[in-house]
């Protein structure tokens, strides 16, 4: 474009925005600041509700769209994944609500048997008091001591019985165990820790307990840009979202500095000196433009010539090809740290994820770092790169389709039908450690990944844990001693070092560590849903080996953990040997892995202080127990 029709182009749009800056705000930014301060209401115990729910008087650009409540004869209702829920109650300042599921309030004897849709956990999770409840329809007499049972008159003759359970009875989730003999079917629910020890002494347990207990429903816990909300009303201003962007939007009281809208003419003539200096800016910013576009397409040019020439690299696809294998990125299965991951298929029929990668400056970097470090290795712990996508503006990466999704809907959600058992849990600990392990061992070149967490293990179809996402990843020569680095990662997961050490592969241990903890605790590391004193699962690690208590850190909402107390305390102490807070102490994943498989003790002489973090240390001719990286200009983690 001539630099002329730029010039021209950026002066027309200051000067129009400076017009409508003295002309004052539009009518319809007004009309949302007032719709949406009406509150939503019904029956008694829902009253002023705002943001992140809408529905009622309050119209749909005041919520999010996976928050609408609907109102009949008193009763609110919400849909979770197409499921309704009765919503008993909504705290707004622990961002909680009492939810049942619609069909099975009142009653829970049901012709039809029918499981719920699995949580939206995208903004939706359930509180630490939730407990799931098993109702077993119409199975033989025989095990009546065994467990509550409940009657319904549509159950069958006198040799048939119902029962309900709030342990898990059997390995695979949603099986009916072999002690209840033979049953028509069963539904999953949930319900409260409090209203589930009603129900497990079978000599107190009735139907009238049963549909109490059912009845007060389970809690959730949200999460819908609820800080930005925050922010945006201590200002006065009130919260809505944009449908068209899909994003949070926060409606500005215009009357907040006085009932004038427009501009005074000592403000007109200050706001029209600054728009000139704004222009005469513009303009500058348009002729280095120019010269900044000429370089960046010769960056680009270069960038798709050097992974032409990477060894080893993956098929490279076309964007057209791509959007034809994602049906124009219809189906989305998730974000990661640096962009949205969509369903797609070969012309073979092979089942693809395709994440096509966003962000300004630091795309390039970690499309960059993702192709040139998985692009070119193979291990059946890594998530195999089956191609990519680099064209004009568009860069993509094209993987191995994982059936079962990330590791933390497996390990955070507690419903049956997403229950892990140990030996599950076990192999994909030895799965991980054996992924890097060879990351960090056996390439060519050693590599850190930097954000090992739950979200970032996927499973396939038979539960084997692959790590993915090598956006963040570091590649340093095995000769090399030192690299700079700044500090990257999700917080929960970095080790202590990043505060002022030296950052090695350690620091991968360190995060391994802490999922071990979060796998086999069935929690997160930080909760906010517990208690405060709870709320650090290192914090609460600690007492437990001081108090001797670990068994009281395992998961509660499987039985089948329980039944391997020994294995689950050992597996933590491998915990506690990669959180050591001094990185010299923490094992090589090789160890770890030698330790999981049996042919080598663990270290013993351990401290149990994780989080202690070990400032002023450096390293000091230490090449032999790991490679550096010094953090130069820390930024916040991605």
Not at 27 to 32: I, Q
Not at 210 to 215: E, N, P, R, T
Not at 265 to 283: D, K, R, S, T, Y
Request: charged share 20%; with cysteine; net charge negative.
């Amino acid at each position: 474009m001539d630099p002329n029709n730029l010039y021209q182009n950026l002066a027309f749009l200051l000067i129009v925005t400076l017009v409508l800056l003295i002309h004052g705000p539009s009518s319809s930014f007004a009309d949302n600041y007032a719709d949406c301060g009406k509150p939503f209401n019904c029956g008694s115990n829902i009253q002023n509700i705002s943001y992140p729910f809408w529905g009622s008087d309050r119209p749909e650009q005041c919520g999010h769209p996976k928050f609408e409540l609907r109102c009949a004869d008193g009763v609110t209702e919400i849909s979770i994944n197409t499921e309704a829920y009765r919503v008993l109650e909504i705290n707004q300042d622990t961002r909680t609500l009492l939810a049942v599921r619609a069909d099975y309030f009142g009653d829970v004897c049901k012709t039809e048997l029918r499981n719920a849709t699995l949580l939206d956990t995208t903004v939706f999770n359930y509180t630490s008091d939730t407990q799931p409840l098993t109702l077993f329809y119409i199975c033989d007499s025989v095990a009546t001591s065994i467990l509550p049972h409940f009657n319904c008159s549509e159950s069958g003759g006198s040799n048939t019985v119902n029962f309900c359970s709030v342990e898990n009875l059997s390995e695979t989730p949603g099986n009916i165990p072999s002690g209840l003999g033979t049953c028509e079917g069963s539904v999953v629910l949930n319900i409260s820790q409090t209203q589930a020890t009603t129900l497990r002494n079978p000599a107190t347990a009735s139907t009238e307990t049963l549909i109490k207990a059912v009845d007060a429903g389970f809690g959730l816990v949200w999460n819908a840009n609820d800080s930005l909300c925050d922010g945006c009303e201590s200002n006065g201003n009130r919260c809505g979202y944009n449908r068209g962007s899909e994003e949070f939007v926060c409606y500005q009281n215009q009357n907040s500095t006085g009932s004038n809208n427009k501009l005074s003419v000592g403000e007109g003539i200050a706001v029209g000196a600054g728009g000139l200096a704004v222009i005469i800016i513009g303009l500058c910013i348009c002729f280095f433009l120019q010269r900044r576009k000429k370089r960046t397409m010769v960056a680009k040019e270069e960038e798709e010539d050097y992974l032409d020439h990477v060894p080893g690299m993956p098929e490279r696809f076309s964007f057209e090809d791509l959007k034809a294998m994602t049906q124009n990125f219809h189906n989305k299965l998730g974000e990661g740290g640096f962009g949205i991951v969509f369903e797609g298929t070969l012309s073979n029929g092979m089942k693809v994820a395709v994440k096509r990668l966003d962000g300004l400056r630091q795309i390039k970097k970690s499309f960059l770092a993702e192709v040139a470090t998985i692009g070119s290795i193979h291990h059946v712990n890594l998530v195999r790169m089956i191609g990519f996508c680099v064209e004009k503006s568009h860069r993509l990466l094209v993987y191995q389709y994982m059936r079962n999704g990330s590791l933390d809907k497996w390990i955070f959600h507690k419903t049956y039908e997403l229950l892990l058992s140990w030996q599950q849990r076990k192999k994909i600990i030895l799965d991980i450690a054996k992924g890097l392990s060879y990351l960090h061992e056996d390439c060519r070149q050693k590599i850190i990944h930097l954000d090992i967490k739950p979200e970032n293990i996927l499973l396939d179809e038979d539960f084997n844990g692959k790590l993915s996402d090598f956006g963040l990843s570091k590649l340093i020569e095995r000769d090399q001693s030192q690299v700079v680095t700044t500090m990257r990662g999700t917080p929960g997961y970095l080790a202590p070092e990043w505060l002022g050490s030296a950052i090695t592969e350690k620091v991968d241990v360190y995060s391994f560590g802490i999922v071990i903890m979060e796998i086999v605790c069935g929690r997160r590391n930080v909760d906010r849903s517990q208690p405060e004193e709870a709320m650090h699962l290192l914090a609460l690690f600690k007492q437990k080996c001081e108090e001797n208590q670990l068994v009281g850190l395992i998961d509660k909402c499987c039985v089948d953990m329980r039944s391997h107390e020994v294995e689950v305390v050992n597996m933590m102490k491998v915990a506690a040997w990669c959180l050591q807070s001094d990185f010299v102490k923490r094992p090589s994943m090789s160890m770890v892995v030698k330790v999981l498989e049996g042919v080598m003790d663990i270290e013993h002489n351990m401290d149990y202080d994780f989080t202690e973090a070990q400032f002023g240390h450096r390293e000091e001719n230490r090449d032999d127990v790991a490679t550096s990286l010094l953090p130069s200009v820390l930024s916040q983690p991605r």
